[in-house]
């Protein structure tokens, strides 16, 4: 069988398939092919041109070869669409290439690369910068998060404040309340994006089938063709969003299909409506549910 996704066949002018990718970073060849194919049309808005997208011969047994797609990527693409990956699978890639870079410099100048790379921006290579970039990046994700947490914490000193000044009959309970309400809300206001059935689903410790059946059995929803949709009576209150989900084909222009997201406003629309019923997601309740 044809082996082309071995790291040692790096080319010279610096570029990585989508095969040694997969390999550097762990992931399978499918899921990196699906990463690269959701950044490029980004890409392909900034840069005016498109990934190089090639073919490859593949044998099957008895003499018969199939066609495969993959792609071969600068540095600098590389490097973007490693923005997708996980934080480990992103630090093997940028290490893989200063190991490449610091290789070349290494076969110029005839002696070792020391690992203390010079500070001045006039001596730092494209791919030192990238990861300062990526560094920052991080480090704004890490302040954005703590940002959050003292807010949550703030929400839930003035929720205890206020509990304090209601009359000793009433304090108990209002107080439990605010507990439950808080406990699942803070969730939901922690992700302002819309979010599908499955994920809320999760927080019910139900399938996303049992969960839309579930809907369907309150009449929030009913299905028409091949999406859920809202009951008249709560359409046009922002509750769901239709995302367009892209089916990529190889070397072939994506398709679209439709998917009904719910808002964070129906997310806490559906917490008070199932609450109603007696249904509670998994944070609430005082033993774990059991998988459906």
Same mark, same amino acid.
């Given at each position: 069988?044809?082996?082309?996704?071995?790291?040692?066949?790096?080319?010279?002018?610096?570029?990585?398939?989508?095969?040694?990718?997969?390999?550097?970073?762990?992931?399978?060849?499918?899921?990196?092919?699906?990463?690269?194919?959701?950044?490029?049309?980004?890409?392909?808005?900034?840069?005016?041109?498109?990934?190089?997208?090639?073919? !490859? %011969?593949?044998? /099957?047994?008895?003499?018969?070869?199939?066609?495969?797609?993959?792609?071969?990527? $600068?540095?600098? *693409?590389? +490097?973007?669409?490693?923005?997708?990956?996980?934080?480990?699978?992103?630090?093997?890639?940028?290490?893989?290439?200063?190991?490449?870079?610091?290789?070349?410099?290494?076969?110029?100048?005839?002696?070792?690369?020391?690992?203390?790379?010079?500070?001045?921006?006039?001596?730092?290579?494209?791919?030192?910068?990238?990861?300062?970039?990526?560094?920052?990046?991080?480090?704004?994700?890490?302040?954005?998060?703590?940002?959050?947490?003292?807010?949550?914490?703030?929400?839930?000193?003035?929720?205890?404040?206020?509990?304090?000044?209601?009359?000793?009959?009433?304090?108990?309970?209002?107080?439990?309340?605010?507990?439950?309400?808080?406990?699942?809300?803070?969730?939901?206001?922690?992700? !302002? %994006?819309?979010? /599908?059935?499955?994920?809320?689903?999760?927080?019910?410790?139900?399938?996303?089938? $049992?969960?839309? *059946?579930? +809907?369907?059995?309150?009449?929030?929803?009913?299905?028409?063709?091949?999406?859920?949709?809202?009951?008249?009576?709560?359409?046009?209150?922002?509750?769901?969003?239709?995302?367009?989900?892209?089916?990529?084909?190889?070397?072939?222009?994506?398709?679209?299909?439709?998917?009904?997201?719910?808002?964070?406003?129906?997310?806490?629309?559906?917490?008070?409506?199932?609450?109603?019923?007696?249904?509670?997601?998994?944070?609430?309740?005082?033993?774990?549910?059991?998988?459906?």
């Amino acid at each position: 069988m044809n082996n082309n996704n071995s790291i040692s066949q790096i080319t010279d002018n610096q570029t990585m398939t989508s095969m040694q990718i997969a390999e550097v970073t762990g992931k399978n060849h499918f899921d990196v092919l699906r990463a690269i194919r959701k950044m490029e049309p980004a890409w392909e808005l900034e840069h005016k041109s498109k990934f190089a997208c090639k073919v !490859r %011969s593949v044998e /099957t047994g008895c003499g018969a070869h199939k066609k495969l797609p993959y792609y071969e990527l $600068t540095r600098t *693409e590389c +490097l973007y669409v490693a923005t997708k990956f996980n934080d480990q699978a992103r630090a093997k890639l940028v290490l893989r290439w200063e190991q490449l870079e610091k290789e070349r410099l290494q076969g110029l100048q005839g002696s070792p690369i020391s690992d203390n790379l010079p500070v001045d921006p006039r001596n730092m290579t494209r791919l030192q910068i990238l990861q300062l970039a990526l560094q920052a990046e991080e480090e704004k994700e890490r302040l954005k998060a703590e940002k959050e947490e003292l807010a949550i914490d703030n929400q839930k000193l003035e929720a205890e404040n206020y509990g304090l000044m209601i009359e000793s009959g009433e304090k108990d309970l209002k107080i439990q309340q605010l507990t439950e309400r808080t406990a699942y809300l803070n969730v939901i206001m922690a992700d !302002r %994006s819309t979010v /599908t059935v499955s994920q809320i689903a999760q927080d019910y410790g139900m399938s996303a089938k $049992t969960f839309n *059946e579930l +809907l369907k059995g309150f009449r929030i929803q009913r299905r028409v063709g091949e999406q859920w949709i809202l009951y008249g009576e709560h359409l046009n209150k922002g509750y769901v969003a239709t995302r367009m989900i892209p089916i990529h084909h190889s070397c072939q222009p994506d398709t679209y299909r439709p998917l009904t997201a719910w808002t964070q406003a129906g997310r806490m629309f559906l917490y008070d409506s199932l609450k109603k019923h007696g249904v509670l997601p998994l944070i609430e309740r005082n033993q774990p549910a059991i998988a459906q």
